[in-house]
């Protein structure tokens, strides 16, 4: 309970928990921990050509599929077919192929390479989907997170999120910085810097804009950060403590926590920073509110029941229903994409780790067990969950499928602490 009365009054203790030193360029390492129940072997066969390009495509799509715990790679032996007409069938089907990955890599002009690529059914012997792209050698790891996402929607019906970007606090020295990066961990970019706490980053939906919260100013005051022309704004910098933002599904709006009326409290605030309007009114702390996917209502938590539970308010009516019983603490809800659940942070004794639950049933299922997690969000297709867990007496970020059986580390090779993960939305 002291712990949530905390967070919630200041809005800065994760910030501070900050402890050691991060070089403020280091990518994050995914290591696997934990794969699914089931996964299909694919074979990735070297793309023709790719052996001219210092860095080609096709170990940034094997270690994409195998990172998301639905893929197991198979040896793809020898030969090197770069189209379905080479492709002997047979040979890969003995090595427990079901799936064929081919295709190549050509310079067309200067400065542009077209990369090819074709997915085969190595049981029916069809063609799958198959696609081309003329790129620069410095966008093959963008376009191979492209590959790798045509291919995982192509054969599990879901939407591939290897394109999509984190953003997440790291600290080095004095300096808090906020930076984004590729879903892999790779190519890092430090959007704030400060010799202040900075917490609570969130994407705009559309991918444009990050929220945030920094103590520049000595207090806790809300920004957004235009991510192309690094403009940043004040979204909220009124009396006592501005929090929490969270951005309504248009990007058109935020519900940000402030103090500037007595207890924490909720306000609607237009993303200029004008219109803050107060949405609900309690006495108790009311914070870390969280939008539903159709705009219509939010998930927050509040203590008005006498431990720190999550509330849905519904924005037409005012209506104010809970929605957590399951245990005497639970906080941080996020809603999956679908709007069919939501993670959030659950402590049993003194241990706190992530859950999910369903909205209709309320069936509660535990995810973690690392009893210092934090910190949920969802990826944009809803099939895994960042957060932020302590390990080893720092902080590092892990990741979760929805259903518990896939689990990820991922950590900087030179020590810190990272905190605070947000996952990007799709990409246009």
Request: charged residues 20%.
């Amino acid at each position: 309970m002291k712990r949530w009365f905390q967070r919630a009054r200041d809005a800065i203790l994760v910030a501070i928990a900050l402890l050691a030193a991060l070089s403020a360029h280091a990518q994050l390492t995914i290591e696997i921990i934990g794969g699914g129940a089931t996964q299909t072997p694919i074979a990735i066969v070297p793309f023709a050509g790719e052996a001219e390009f210092p860095l080609g495509v096709t170990g940034v799509v094997g270690a994409d599929l195998q990172r998301s715990g639905l893929f197991k790679l198979v040896d793809a032996g020898a030969a090197r077919p770069a189209n379905p007409l080479d492709v002997r069938y047979p040979e890969f089907r003995a090595r427990g192929a079901e799936a064929i990955v081919v295709g190549s890599m050509m310079q067309t002009a200067p400065g542009l390479v077209n990369v090819r690529f074709f997915l085969l059914d190595a049981v029916k012997q069809t063609q799958i989907t198959a696609f081309s792209y003329n790129v620069a050698p410095g966008q093959f790891r963008a376009v191979a997170h492209k590959i790798a996402d045509v291919i995982y929607e192509a054969m599990t019906g879901d939407k591939g999120v290897f394109s999509t970007r984190i953003a997440y606090i790291v600290k080095q020295g004095r300096r808090h910085m906020l930076q984004v990066a590729d879903a892999d961990g790779y190519n890092p970019q430090t959007i704030v810097n400060s010799d202040e706490p900075l917490l609570s980053p969130a994407w705009s939906p559309d991918g444009t804009r990050l929220a945030y919260v920094s103590f520049e100013a000595r207090k806790p005051v809300v920004y957004i950060q235009d991510l192309a022309s690094g403009r940043k704004q004040a979204l909220a910098n009124f009396k006592g403590n501005n929090s929490a933002p969270a951005w309504s599904p248009d990007s058109r709006k935020l519900v940000v926590t402030l103090t500037k009326d007595g207890n924490s409290q909720m306000y609607l605030i237009n993303a200029d920073g004008n219109g803050a309007q107060r949405i609900a009114t309690s006495s108790a702390i009311d914070t870390e509110a969280n939008f539903a996917p159709d705009g219509a209502s939010l998930l927050f938590v509040s203590d008005r029941g006498g431990s720190p539970q999550i509330y849905r308010f519904t924005l037409a009516t005012g209506a104010v229903e809970r929605v957590s019983f399951d245990g005497s603490y639970n906080t941080t809800p996020r809603h999956a994409p679908d709007g069919k659940s939501f993670a959030f942070l659950k402590r049993d004794g003194n241990r706190f780790n992530i859950a999910v639950q369903d909205i209709a049933s309320r069936q509660v299922q535990v995810l973690t067990q690392g009893g210092n997690d934090e910190s949920p969000s969802f990826a944009p297709n809803g099939r895994m969950i960042l957060y932020a867990s302590g390990q080893g007496g720092r902080g590092i970020l892990a990741a979760v499928s929805s259903d518990g059986r896939v689990k990820q580390r991922l950590s900087s090779a030179v020590g810190g602490d990272v905190r605070e993960p947000a996952w990007g939305p799709l990409g246009k």
